[in-house]
Structure formats: C-alpha cells, structure tokens
Nanobody, 122 residues
Framework: QVQLVESGGGLVQAGGSLRLSCVGSGHTFYDMGWFRQAPGKEREFVAGITRSGSSTYYADSVKGRFTITRDNAKKTVYLQMSSLKPEDTAIYYC?????????????????WGQGTQVTVSS
C-alpha cells in the first residue's frame, strides 16, 4: 500500500517558521513535491525536488522563503517555511511521482498525502 503522510502543520504568526515533513512508504518515488490549496482557490504548486535532491523548483510566491529537501534513506521530504505570510495559509499536500516529469504540474504526481493545515495569523 502506497502512503504519503504529512505532519508539521499548525498555527503560526506572520514572520514565523514551520517545517513540514512527509514520510512515504510502499513505493520508490522519483520527483516529490509540495502543493497547497487555500479556501476557495485551486490547488497550486509550491515546491518540487528530483529524486537525487540535486535540483529543486519553487513557485515565485515562496522563492527565497521556503526550502524543499529530501532524505531518501528516511523516505522523507521536508518543506522548511520561513517568513510566513497570512497568504501562505492553506492545506499543504505532499505528492510523489513514479517518473521524472513536469515538477510544476499536479498531473505529474500520482500519489498524494492527506494534507496538513498551515494557518498564518497576521
């Protein structure tokens, strides 16, 4: 059974930091990514990383504030979020892919976690 389980969400004040974790099991994932969905909005790309971790990709809105990393030995991908803003409030989803594709598109990812809520207060 393939699973992606996120953790680390919560409530934080603007300017604060959070680190999200996503542990995978049951599959060897190639690209990994983080997406988010705010109330009333479509799901959007946040960050992506290749299997080796040598290449990372970010949405313009989070570039310089968020960092995606992965530890393949622990089958875990992380999203370090700093300088958080109220507009970062959303449910954050971890995603995994069986191949190397378009890191920015949710259509490239066949496996998804259940999501973790991040709320940034002003």
């Amino acid at each position: 059974q393939v699973q992606l389980v996120e953790s680390g969400g919560g409530l934080v004040q603007a300017g604060g930091s959070l680190r999200l974790s996503c542990v995978g099991s049951g599959h060897t994932f190639y690209d990994m990514g983080w997406f988010r969905q705010a109330p009333g909005k479509e799901r959007e790309f946040v960050a992506g990383i290749t299997r080796s971790g040598s290449s990372t990709y970010y949405a313009d809105s989070v570039k310089g504030r968020f960092t995606i990393t992965r530890d393949n030995a622990k089958k875990t991908v992380y999203l370090q979020m700093s300088s958080l803003k109220p507009e970062d409030t959303a449910i954050y989803y971890c995603a995994g892919s069986s191949y190397s594709g378009n890191k920015y598109s949710d259509k490239s990812f066949g496996f998804w976690g259940q999501g973790t809520q991040v709320t940034v207060s002003s």
